[in-house]
């Protein structure tokens, strides 16, 4: 199983990235996946989550109304479109999968793991 995160960078706060994991190896579309963020010194934290066909959806309460999972099953990627960043949300982002799983909404459901991208947001 490989997960490919890319899309961090740099931005101001009030800005918006949107990143992308391109998964192999599983079947994807039988497959949760979930967008965890750690900041450094912190523990890494389940930030969305989704189901797989896209039907549910969950947010960390500090990201609701400001972040969008979502997942394209034909092309094996899910995504996390930020908006309004602030600098709190500084930290490496990690996609991760959950194989079999419907809808995996705690940490220890999911088995594999991106290499994460890192986002920054200035103030």
């Known amino acids: 199983v490989q997960l490919q995160a890319s899309g961090g960078g740099l931005v101001q706060a009030g800005g918006s990235l949107r990143l992308s994991c391109v998964a192999s190896?599983?079947?994807?579309?039988?497959?949760?996946m979930g967008w965890f963020r750690q900041a450094p010194g912190r523990e890494r934290d389940l930030v969305a989550a989704?189901?797989?066909?896209?039907?549910?959806?969950f947010y960390a309460v500090s990201v609701k109304g400001r972040f969008t999972i979502s997942r394209d099953n034909s092309k094996n990627t899910l995504y996390l479109q930020m908006n309004s960043l602030k600098p709190e949300d500084t930290a490496g982002y990690y996609c991760?999968?959950?194989?079999?799983?419907?809808?995996?909404?705690?940490?220890?459901?999911?088995?594999?793991w991106g290499q994460g991208t890192l986002v920054t947001v200035s103030s």
């Open positions: 991760a999968a959950a194989p079999g799983i419907f809808y995996p909404t705690e940490h220890e459901k999911y088995t594999h």
């Open positions: 989704i189901s797989w066909g896209g039907t549910r959806t």
């Open positions: 190896g599983l079947t994807f579309s039988y497959t949760g």
